[in-house]
């Protein structure tokens, strides 16, 4: 009895395949306004293929950059600071990967610096450009916390993460008042529940 091979399966972090050429994009755009029932070539949506695809753009346009670039300046000279360095309130704007539904929420990210410390914009960025790609919450946590880990040694990270899923509140369930939250932590936020506590209550203060 002869089984046929199993179909590759693409995981993060793993090289995407070739993108399809714009063009084809906007041909796909058109293919989906006709499967839900209307027509492409109307006034009202001719052009909004070319939207929609300049719109994946910029949701999207996490893919094309490099968080270690955006951490790879650092400084050394902290002036004795031994203390966590926290960004409160950092806007997410994601899609899921299941339904390529928005989700929408906040970040809070915390590290405390061993030999570096990186400008706060850089650590913002990083959320950014993790945010702009498909991905499921629990992944999006492990790439912020692991990016900062791998680029600036510090001794612990801190991510929480707070979102509303649209593809739980505008299909499915339909519940409309539900966030989901993930943390993770390393080093000495996984070791010290004093230092993990104060902080959560720093984030969420």
């Not at 906007?26 to 949506?45: F, Q, S």
């Not at 806007?91 to 929420?105: D, K, Q, R, T, V």
């Not at 914009?121 to 990016?147: F, M, P």
Request: aromatic share 6%; net charge negative; with cysteine.
């Amino acid at each position: 009895m002869s089984t046929s091979p199993a179909k590759p399966v693409l995981v993060a972090n793993e090289e995407a395949p070739k993108r399809p050429s714009r063009e084809q994009a906007l041909e796909a755009v058109r293919t989906l306004i006709a499967w839900a029932g209307d027509n492409p070539e109307r006034p009202g949506l001719i052009d909004t293929p070319k939207r929609v695809v300049d719109a994946y753009g910029e949701w999207f346009d996490g893919y094309d950059a490099d968080a270690g670039k955006e951490l790879s300046r650092t400084f050394e000279d902290v002036t004795g600071y031994d203390d966590m360095v926290i960004l409160r309130d950092i806007e997410i704007e994601s899609h899921c990967e299941h339904h390529m539904a928005p989700f929408l929420g906040k970040a809070y990210v915390a590290y405390l610096p061993g030999e570096k410390v990186v400008g706060i914009s850089k650590l913002a960025r990083v959320v950014e450009i993790y945010a702009r790609r498909l991905q499921n919450q629990e992944t999006l946590t492990n790439d912020i916390i692991e990016a900062i880990e791998s680029n600036l040694q510090p001794r612990g990270v801190a991510v929480l993460v707070d979102a509303a899923h649209q593809c739980m509140t505008t299909r499915g369930v339909h519940h409309r008042h539900v966030t989901t939250i993930t943390t993770r932590f390393t080093g000495a936020f996984k070791n010290d529940q004093a230092l993990t506590d104060r902080f959560l209550k720093l984030a969420r203060g």
